[in-house]
């Protein structure tokens, strides 16, 4: 069994029937981790699982402080016993601390994770920012808007949106353009007219 096949495991089992909608965004997140392998090699299952799981803390039966991303996170590494850097992708998934701060749970965050590296960290939230509430692909500035229109204006997550955007959306251009350069087609190389070879083999 790959990370990912247990990862999901765990999150049908925590969102599938109570939060359908969740369980159907974060399948989404997953495929479109899926479509970075090229990119991240070995890393790719563990950042689909981390996409699969990103959003645990918000099912019933785990959510303790109400913040997902804090939640979910320790609920992986105190119940699932889940690799730390796993754990960490989690908890810092799309920003988190700075939505954290929102919250009066920032200490709490910083103290008992630490951010993951930067490069995955763009990947899962270039997936999770492109991706809809109910699983489709959509434009970073497609998902933010969303995310404005479904809190509202004074919700505690659109103000911390108005400080992450900015960090949310250099994040996805940069795997976009990685991702253009892994997979622009070589340039051709132009063939020596057969009339040269001898002249430059000699």
Do not use: K
Request: aromatic fraction near 6%.
């Amino acid at each position: 069994m790959t990370y990912s096949d247990w990862a999901e495991d765990i999150a049908r089992t925590l969102l599938a029937e109570p939060l359908p909608r969740r369980w159907a965004h974060v399948q989404g997140v997953a495929a479109a981790a899926r479509t970075l392998t090229l990119i991240l090699g070995d890393r790719a299952d563990l950042l689909t699982a981390a996409a699969l799981l990103h959003d645990i803390g918000y099912a019933p039966t785990v959510e303790v402080t109400g913040f997902h991303p804090l939640d979910g996170a320790r609920y992986l590494r105190d119940e699932q016993h889940a690799d730390g850097l796993l754990c960490r992708l989690v908890a810092h998934h799309s920003c988190a601390l700075i939505e954290a701060e929102q919250w009066g749970l920032a200490d709490e965050l910083s103290r008992e994770f630490e951010p993951a590296p930067r490069d995955l960290s763009d990947a899962l939230i270039y997936c999770d920012m492109t991706t809809g509430p109910d699983g489709r692909r959509m434009t970073i500035e497609q998902r933010l808007a969303d995310i404005r229109g479904r809190y509202g204006p004074e919700h505690l997550v659109t103000r911390a949106l108005a400080w992450s955007a900015p960090q949310l959306t250099a994040a996805v251009d940069r795997v976009t353009r990685t991702l253009t350069t892994c997979t622009r087609p070589p340039a051709r190389v132009a063939s020596i007219p057969r009339r040269l070879v001898p002249a430059l083999a000699g």
